[in-house]
């Protein structure tokens, strides 16, 4: 299966991030296409400083205020390879520096 490259995504943020993000910032949808869901998930990324460890509830708290389904952003940011886990915690291990 061929995959997107971040890079590639990352061509369309200005226009994915204005079609999914509310003027509050949150989410008006998980994007379905991984093109899209990639850039949504870069910027949902940059909520978690590189370095740090965060437990379950820390990593749901802060992607609360963007979606109510913590769950399926926390599967797709671990799934995607935006943050590790192990052991209940979690740290960004991708996704572009700003």
């Not at 299966?1 to 949808?29: E, I, K």
């Not at 797709?76 to 572009?96: I, T």
Request: proline content about 5%; hydrophobic content about 40%.
């Amino acid at each position: 299966m061929h995959r997107t490259p971040l890079h590639t995504a990352l061509q369309d943020r200005d226009a994915v991030l204005r079609a999914f993000l509310a003027p509050d910032g949150s989410l008006t949808d998980i994007p379905t296409r991984l093109r899209k869901r990639l850039v949504i998930l870069d910027h949902l990324a940059q909520e978690f400083e590189p370095g740090q460890k965060f437990d379950e509830t820390a990593v749901n708290n802060r992607l609360r205020a963007f979606h109510p389904d913590v769950a399926a952003l926390r599967r797709y940011l671990v799934d995607e390879g935006f943050l590790d886990r192990a052991d209940g915690l979690y740290w960004r291990s991708g996704g572009s520096v700003d």
